[in-house]
Structures are given as C-alpha cells and as structure tokens.
C-alpha cells in the first residue's frame, strides 16, 4: 500500500521563466511525438508508462484511478457512447502487454500547474515519476501486491 | 451507537437512502426521515445525483441530524474543486456530519444542465485520499490545522460494469486509500454479484472495510426496463423483468424481490450490510426491513 503521504503531496519546486522557456522548447518535440501517437492532452504529469501507452487524460472525467461506473456492456464511454471507454482500452491492453501490476498504483492528486509543461522536463527535474518501460513477472506482482 | 461502532462491532448494516427535493422544501426531507428513523442505522444523502441540482446534501445533512437520524453525505468531485470540496468538508464535520461518501459524480450530460462545465479536479480515489488526510490533521497545502476531523469515510462500488477485474482494482485502491466501507450499485444480477464478492474475499478486501450490497426495491416492470436502457453500468437480468412483469400486483413483487435478495446476501461471505435505495419510494423502507427479518434498531 502507497503512503497516504505519498499521494496528496507533489514535489514541487516552482518554475522559473527561464525554466519555462526550456520547456516550451521540450513541448515542441514532446508534441511532436505525444501528440499523434497518443492524442496527449498536455496534462504535465504523464502517465502513460502505467497505462498501458494510452492517454488516460482523454477520459471526459479525466479519470487517472481507473473506469467510473458507467461503462457499458460492450466497452462503452458513458458520455460518448459511440467511443470506447479509455479505461476499458487500458486494461485490456495491459493485459495483453502483461502490465496489469501497474494498474495497482493509485495515480496521486494532479499538480494542474504543470498543465502545458513539458512533461519530460518534469521528470528530468524529479517532479514527477519517470517512465516504467518494462515490467517482469506481472503475475508474480500482482499476486505479491494483493 | 454511531454507525462507526457498528461497523467495528461487526454489526449487520442497514443503510437507507433520501432523494432531496429539487426545491427549498426542508420539511420533504423531515418526512421522508420519519420512513428510517429507529430502523436504519444510517441514511445517505444524495449530492445532486445524476447531476440534477437538487437540496445540498450538507443542508439536508444537517436536517437529519435534527431528526436523529444519522446521515451519510456524499460527495462528488463534478462540482467542487479542490478548495471548495475541503472547506464543505470542513464544514460539514463542524456541523457533527461523521460519514462520508466519495464519489466521482455522474458527467454534467445526464443532468439538467447539460451545458455545465465538469470540474473534476479529483476523482472518486484521490478524494478518499484527501479526506483520510483530513483525518490526519492536514489541508492539501500541507498545513496542519488545530483539530482534526474525524469522518468514516465510504466509497461506491460498481461490481457490474466492464471490465470485471478492473471493478476488483478500483476496489482495491478505493480501500488503499481510506475507505472504510463501501457500498454497491443495486444489485440485479446476483450471479455476478456473487463472483464479484468472491473474488474480493479471495483478495481479503472483505476484512479491511465493510463491504454493504446496493437493494434497489421497485415499484413497476417500467422502472427496470428504463434503467436498463437509460443509466450506463446499470446490469439488469431478465428474469427480474419478467418476474414484475407478470406480477398481479408489481409494487408487492416488488417488495418481494428485495426480501429474496436480502436473504440471499445475508448467507453470503464478505458482505456485512445493505444499502437500501428506494428511490422515489422511501416509505417502503420499514416494510422490507421488517418483512427481511431483520431486526429492528432502537
């Protein structure tokens, strides 16, 4: 279990204007990547890694913990029935990548300052976690976890 | 006994649930209260559900208290951010509110302001969070405030919707957090419900909150049929349908349907209460409660 500690506190040294120029700078290739792939919505606090390399952030709810009760029989977005629920996507695909260990996490409470900021400016800065690139023996993880 | 002790005394838990009125009307609430009082433990009160504005859950809060009925108010992160869902919650605890449900909130769509815009700065799993870090003494900036506040905090559960094991997740994180009870959606497939609650217990969730099943008793065939078409993550068996569709009089099958459902869920392992929602009929509470057995509070 996380520390609640752990989940309502961001480590936040602020940004200077310099800071900021950098990483307008960053954004510009961070979207050009992010973007098209992903459909990033900017959010500065990315966790794609350990969902699956799907954007939760386009989620109308903006959910990051997971589906709201309202999907649907066949997978369905509550609000936008004619879509996939974005949740639903990313368990299904961390099944298949054998990431389920990651859903596990509880995602802490969103730092909106560093909405429209380079997110892996962040992550070099240690604001927020890096990226998970590969996990061993999700099953084994799940089970230590439960 | 306050619905804390109960819960600690493995008590068997029976929870109602009150719909404000869409007006300033207090004295609805005063009723409705008078269908619980002595035979619910405690009472939900619905913050703006299906995001129709209604009476603030934290008025009609405090209109129970009066009462003596202990409430428990929900909280949906749709409408607050941040700063505004810690001041409610500070100042629902000065108002002597103790319990506490978190939960995201169904999208402004649903509504009667469909053209609102959704705030949801937390969800359902970080607002636990925040309440448990109430509970320790702290605001969100880290300051430490000079009293506590001391909420049982509860959170939803919703055991029918894809994906299944997803559901077992969130459950997980919700408890993670804080949670210290939880209670479902109604239940109308007891087939998953059961599979549900058994998985729970074989990840030992059970042990660590009290997990309480959503009754939903009705009153037509029509009922069911609209909520099977119209609420999203809503799971109805045909049976059901069927069973109130046949029926001489639905509202007495109705009623029957609810008793069955309780007996069921009694017997079962990892379920320690219910959580009655009779919505738009709340006067059929004492009948049900007392047509189930179970017993009656004093």
């Given amino acids: 279990m996380q520390s609640l500690k752990n989940l309502v506190t961001y480590n936040n040294p602020p940004m200077t204007p310099g800071e900021r120029k950098v990483s307008r700078l960053v954004l510009l290739f961070e979207d050009l990547v992010k973007v098209p792939i992903f459909r990033c919505q900017r959010c500065g606090e990315c966790i794609l890694s350990s969902t699956a390399f799907i954007c939760s ?28 629920c974005v949740w639903y996507k990313i368990y299904y695909r961390s099944k298949l990548f054998k990431r389920l260990s ?45 | 006994m306050t619905l804390k002790e109960k819960i600690e005394s493995n008590q068997f838990i029976v929870c109602g649930e009150i719909g404000q009125p869409q007006s300033c009307d207090g004295d609805v609430i005063r009723n409705k ?36 009925v202990e409430p428990i108010m929900q909280m949906t992160c749709r409408d607050r951010n941040r700063l505004a869902i ?60 000079k009293k506590k506040t001391d909420f049982l905090i509860g959170a939803a559960a919703n055991p029918f919707a894809k994906p299944f094991e997803m559901r077992l997740i969130r459950l997980y994180k919700k408890i993670g957090a804080g949670a210290k009870f939880i209670q479902t959606q109604p239940v109308f497939d007891m087939e998953l419900f059961v599979k549900w609650t058994e998985k729970a217990v074989e990840m030992g969730l059970h042990e660590k909150c009290a997990i309480l099943s959503g009754i939903m008793p009705v009153k037509s065939a029509k009922v069911l049929e609209y909520m099977k078409e119209e609420v999203p993550g809503v799971k109805i068996n045909e049976e059901y349908i069927n069973r109130m569709k046949q029926a001489k009089d639905p509202k007495e099958e109705g009623v029957r349907i609810a008793v069955e459902q309780i007996q069921t869920i009694k017997k079962l392992k990892g379920i320690r209460g219910i959580h009655l929602m009779p919505v738009m009929w709340e006067s059929i509470t004492p009948v049900i409660i007392q047509e189930a057995g179970l017993k009656t509070f004093s």
């Fill in chain 1, 57 to 84: 952030q386009n989620c109308p709810k903006r959910l990051r913990n997971g589906p709201c009760g309202g999907t649907g029989e066949d997978g369905s977005c509550e609000v936008y029935p004619e879509k996939k």
């Fill in chain 1, 102 to 146: 990651l859903l596990y996490k509880i995602n802490k409470i969103h730092n909106w300052c560093l909405e429209g900021t380079a997110a892996w400016l962040s992550v070099f800065r240690k604001r927020i976690d890096g990226p998970i690139w590969f996990v061993r023996n999700d099953k084994q993880k799940v089970k230590e976890i439960i």
């Fill in chain 2, 33 to 68: 209260s008078k269908h619980f009082k002595n035979y619910v433990d405690a009472v939900n009160i619905t913050d703006n559900p299906s995001a129709v504005v209604k009476l603030s859950s934290m008025a009609s809060a405090k209109i129970l208290l009066e009462e003596g």
């Fill in chain 2, 86 to 145: 810690q001041s409610d919650l500070l100042g629902a605890a000065a108002l002597g509110i103790k319990n506490l449900l978190c939960l995201t909130g169904d999208y402004q769509k649903f509504g009667d302001h469909p053209e609102a815009r959704g705030v949801f700065d937390l969800d359902s799993i970080q607002l636990i969070a925040t309440v448990a870090n109430l509970n320790q003494g702290f605001l969100l900036s880290g300051m430490e405030m």
